[in-house]
């Protein structure tokens, strides 16, 4: 489907590839989280590799990851089973060929991990496996307790950090891609720590930017996730699918001026209880599964619950655990939870649900290629076709870790098979006669409108009148030529907005975690499909 964008603009910056300071690399990967490090690891075993984020190493949604990654590692467990279970919750339209091969690369890749030095939190030597919701057996691995992510992306980092082959510049903002008349990418435009331009050429580009949670007021997700990537391949051609499906989790602390730190689903899967401002239990009468039941009926129930009572959270109730156990287990948690006066033997969590993880992304196939020549995704930015119109939990790092691979595998062939042609590009912005809007109130009543229209729960009025507003926000924001990273990150963040809202739009029925009130039953006659965008 072609969509149309007020100020369907190609680049945010006027350049002269001529006057401005160029690299040559092989291979070059945009963002360092699990997929970015994982593909560069790869690469770098044949090519040249530059590996560029736009803050630290620090700043990724890899960094935050709690729960753990889930893989077949335990006797009992089987492929089928991973493979039926993620399928089942993908609603319909995953693609089982990529189900199939992530689930079964996952095991030999984890145990790579272990090797290269992931902490994984082991009883008698063996990595040891948590049952979450939505999967029928224990498979999920965790290191540090609910500190899986950093401890995943620490040895990594430190394994990037000591191949010759990696060139790592990080706070470096990538601004667009380049692409020729072939509709190949040959190279990037960003901008420099000291804040010139830069532009690297490069035989083969990975796209692994992560996602978008920062589109909306709630969310569990760090600054970088504000969906640069998505944008950036949306302006170059790329294909977007599924861009109606974003995941919300359903518990985050809420706490009024605190960030809405993550409460791992894992204390639920360990027997936490859900309960109303009453201290009612409620769950049960939503799901037969009760606290267990998928992240999106908890989601919905917890809005619901909240709307019925008029309440601004609910809570998690965990008095029963046993409270060093919590500590040693859940020690980012337990932390927090200490760090704002609440004692979880004696009270209750307050929690709400929150933007988290985006479904939707750059089209991906088996070779984790796009629709644009010697470009490649993976991670939370690709749309592989893994998680359906819903994701089960813990499969997001297991597929950062397997697409990561098989990128870095691509972009090698692609290199090894012919060399691109670099060429002087000139590219023009023209200037603006239209009133500037402050980018950083856009920004904040972007994200308020999001959580607003395009939340957990949607309809086509809101829908329309968010499709309006920012299309509103398009023109007078679009226009523009900012100088430094927070006024681009607005124009992509405007740029992916309103694609979410077509989608969601168009998507005139419920499936996984995209729920229309006003179509509220799945519809596979017309709508067992992804919907796909591509830039008129
Ligand atoms: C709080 C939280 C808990 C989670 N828990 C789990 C869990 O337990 N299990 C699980 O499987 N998943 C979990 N997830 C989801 C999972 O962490 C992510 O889906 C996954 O880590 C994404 O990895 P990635 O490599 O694709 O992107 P990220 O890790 O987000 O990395 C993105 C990288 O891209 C860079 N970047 C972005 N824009 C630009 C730009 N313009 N220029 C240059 N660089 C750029 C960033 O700097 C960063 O380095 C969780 C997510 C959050 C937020």
Known sequence: MLAKQAENRRYLVP????????????????????????????????????????????????????????????????????????????????????????????????????????????????????????????????????????????????????????????????????????????????????????????????????????????????ECATADGLAIAWRAGAVLRDMEFMQFHPTTLYIAGASRALVTETLRGEGAILRDGGGQPFMKEYDSAGELAPRDVVSRAILDRMLKTGATHVYLDIRHFDKDHFQRRFPLISELCESFDIDVSKDLIPVRPSAHYMIGGVKTDKDAATHIGRLFACGEIASTGLHGANRLGSNSLLEGLVFGKIAGQSAVS?????????????????????????????????????WRNVGITRQQTPLTEAAEIITFWQRYVMDKVFTAPFGWECQNMLTVAGLMAYAANERKESRGVHYRQDHPDRDDKNFAKHIELKRE
């Open 414 to 450: 692609i290199i090894n098979g012919s060399k691109p042609e670099y060429h002087r590009m000139q590219i023009e912005v023209p200037p603006s006669d239209r009133s500037r809007l402050d980018a950083e109130d856009v920004r904040n009543s972007l994200r308020a409108l999001m």
């Open 15 to 222: 350049v002269d590839t001529a006057s401005t300071q160029q690299l040559f690399t092989d291979c070059l990967v945009i963002g360092a989280g699990i997929a970015g490090l994982r593909a560069a690891l790869e690469a770098a075993q044949h090519c040249n590799v530059t590996l560029v984020c736009k803050g630290t190493f620090s700043d990724s949604n890899t960094q935050n990851a709690q729960g753990g990654i889930a893989s077949v590692l335990a006797e009992t467990d089987s492929f089928q089973s991973h493979i039926a279970d993620t399928l089942k919750t993908g609603g319909g339209i995953a693609d089982a060929a990529v189900v199939e091969r992530v689930i079964k690369e996952g095991p030999a890749l984890i145990r790579q991990l272990d090797e290269w030095g992931t902490d994984f939190d082991r009883t008698d030597g063996q990595i040891d496996i948590t049952l979450e919701g939505g999967h029928s057996h224990a498979r999920v691995a965790h290191s540090h307790g609910d500190s899986t992510g950093r401890g995943i992306a620490e040895s990594l980092i430190r394994r990037v950090r000591q191949t010759p082959t990696i060139n790592v510049i990080e706070n470096f903002y990538t601004i667009d891609l380049l692409t020729d008349k072939k509709n190949e990418c040959i190279g990037v435009i960003g901008q420099r720590p000291s804040g010139s331009l830069q532009i690297i050429w490069a035989g083969a580009t990975i796209l692994a930017t992560g996602g978008a949670g920062r589109l909306y007021r709630e969310t569990t997700n760090p």
